[in-house]
């Protein structure tokens, strides 16, 4: 065991593009001001959908945030269908 992991650090360097993790309830009102409309809601999960016809799924967990790698895809497939 290395000192850096004996001291509570990881090794893992964060990436520096990637967005910090985020309340569920925060993206689905940042994608909603860029034109995005809830049009269903299935389990723990909301349905958003752009008058162009992309589609977004948000995972709605309560007391839980969106990891950064999970809002980093939704954020890259709501360019990649922009």
């Known amino acids: 065991m ?7 650090f990881s090794s893992k360097r964060p ?6 993790a985020a309340a569920s309830k925060k ?7 860029i ?3 809830i049009v269903r809601k299935h389990g723990s999960h ?4 752009h008058s162009d016809g992309r589609i977004i799924v948000v995972p709605v967990h309560a ?5 950064s790698g999970l809002l980093s895809k939704i954020l890259s ?3 990649r269908n922009s």
Request: aromatic letters at 6%; zero cysteines.
């Open 2 to 8: 290395g000192a850096r992991s004996w001291l509570g």
């Open 15 to 20: 990436k520096l593009n990637e967005p910090k």
């Open 27 to 33: 993206v689905i009102k940042t994608l909603s001001k």
């Open 35 to 37: 034109g995005f409309r």
């Open 46 to 49: 909301v349905v958003l959908k």
């Open 63 to 67: 007391g839980e945030e969106i990891g």
């Open 77 to 79: 497939s709501q360019k």
